[in-house]
């Protein structure tokens, strides 16, 4: 009897599937609201992501937060350095074994869409990124790109600009104080207050006397340094930038030439004025300032939020300062971003897109700011929702330093741009080449590396 009662409530409970049409995408809740099950019920997408996180523990956690608003697509996190991602992808995608969605820095983006790896961003999807991200951020991940011709020529009628990638964290460098330094600069009579110096002028001075203290320069303990070297481009366009020199033009977007002449001002006072106190008669990289900030043993050094991790861990009480004047004039340092796109070729890209727009949520900046401690590329407006940002005095001096930033150049040639830049420096640093030779000699390095003839 149990089994006939059994088979009539299989049959039954069939028929009514049946009677419902075999219906899976609304159904009716308990308040009488529809309730889209569509999503759910489809067959899983999955999408392979290349993400910078070796550990796996943040994009464990963006994933769990993806999944709640797109529970069938499922994401495959693949650990890939931001600098290796391109190339990588260059080898595998053809195969199939690529990444769906992928980051890379800022100078990488239009080696990529030359490359026809970036697919861009549907336009309903650019004008959500538009509406939240830093407006650097968005600057840096857009291009007027001519598909047919290879031009970024921002004048060819079919170079339309177009967003190519969310941009996740956005980067300036700045000036980290040590503040219990600076309180004994007061002490030793070297500095009047323990406020960061405000102009170049004033940080040379108090270098001047800090380093004849003995102890001090004499063992390599120079007042001021950087994160990086002192022939490095990126780190010293601030200084760049107060004599009036920016890259490839005003707009940064004239590949014809770099305009290397326009930095002899700069060049000159970084030799007569810098060089002194930050290396004394040491070469650009003689001094490793960015550890000697972490064990506590000079006061200023210029460095980025990638820096402040590490100088935590260390225990220093530090702060981000504005970077100093020169001469009455603002220091602009370039404004660089990490970003994510989707691969042209995937095969998911409507669900790789979903992803690239979630790592633009407030959600996923918090995971970012709170895992991976960077600052996120988010509006000012919008910034003031992630937790912690605002009370954050590091975070919110490189916010402020970021408003005064200069775009990265995203002109395929920008890549042709570092190693004579550095080269000319080091020429002038290191060997005393004259600055005049030194300039010719890095403009007809770029030229020939462009493939633009001398």
């Given amino acids: 009897m149990k089994r006939i009662l059994t088979s009539l409530l299989l049959i039954v409970t069939a028929l009514l599937l049946v009677a419902c049409g075999g219906d899976k995408t609304d159904k009716v809740g308990t308040d009488g609201e529809i309730i889209d ?10 999408i392979r992501v ?5 550990e796996g523990e943040y994009m464990k956690r963006v994933i769990e937060e993806f999944n709640k608003l797109h529970p069938n697509i499922h994401v495959e996190h693949q650990h890939k350095g931001s600098v290796d991602s391109r190339e990588h992808l260059k080898t595998f995608g053809p195969s199939g074994n690529g990444a769906d969605v992928f980051q890379f820095p800022h100078d990488h983006l239009s080696s990529a869409v030359l490359e026809d790896l970036v697919l861009p961003l549907p336009d309903a999807t650019a004008s ?17 790109y001519d598909e047919e011709t290879g031009s970024f020529d921002p004048n060819n009628s079919n170079a339309v600009p177009r967003l190519y990638a969310v941009p996740m964290s956005i980067e300036a460098v700045g000036l980290y104080y040590n503040k219990e330094l600076l309180a004994e600069l007061v002490e030793d009579e070297i500095a009047e207050t323990a406020e960061p110096v405000e102009t170049y002028e004033e940080l040379i001075r108090q270098a001047k006397l800090w380093n004849a203290i003995p102890g001090n320069a004499d063992q390599g303990n120079f007042f001021y340094g950087t994160t990086s070297h002192w022939a490095d ?9 107060a004599f009036g020199f920016t890259p490839f033009g005003p707009n940064l977007n004239d590949p014809s030439a770099v305009g290397f002449e326009e930095a002899d001002e700069a060049l000159e006072w970084m030799t007569t004025e810098l060089k002194p106190v930050v290396t004394g008669t040491g070469n650009t990289d003689s001094v490793a300032a960015g550890g000697l900030f972490e064990q506590g043993r000079i006061p200023y050094v210029l460095g980025g939020p990638w820096n402040s991790e590490a100088f935590k861990a260390a225990g220093i009480n530090f702060g981000v300062a504005p970077l100093p004047s020169i001469n009455g004039n603002p220091t602009q340092p370039f404004a660089g971003a990490m970003m994510a796109a989707v691969y042209k070729y995937s095969e998911n890209a409507e669900a790789a897109i979903k992803f690239v727009e979630f790592l633009n949520s407030d959600i996923a900046m918090q995971l970012q700011y709170d895992m991976k ?12 929702n992630i937790n912690g940002v605002s009370d954050d005095q590091a975070m919110m001096a490189m916010s ?5 930033a200069i775009p990265m150049p995203t002109i395929p040639q920008v890549q042709y741009y570092w190693g004579p830049g550095e080269s000319m420096v080091k020429a002038i640093w290191n060997d005393s080449t004259p600055i005049a030779q030194a300039l010719a000699d890095a403009e007809n390095g770029y030229r020939t590396l462009a493939g633009l003839g001398q």
Avoid: C, M
């Fill in 50 to 54: 290349w993400i910078d996180d070796e």
């Fill in 373 to 384: 401690y960077k600052l996120p590329a988010l509006n000012n407006d919008l910034l003031s």
């Fill in 37 to 46: 099950f569509s999503e759910r019920y489809q067959k899983g997408t999955v």
């Fill in 233 to 241: 481009s990126y780190f010293i366009q601030h200084i760049y930038s």
């Fill in 128 to 144: 959500r990124i538009r509406a939240r991200a830093h407006d650097l951020g968005v600057d840096i991940a857009t291009l007027s």
């Fill in 400 to 404: 402020e330093q970021l408003e005064n």
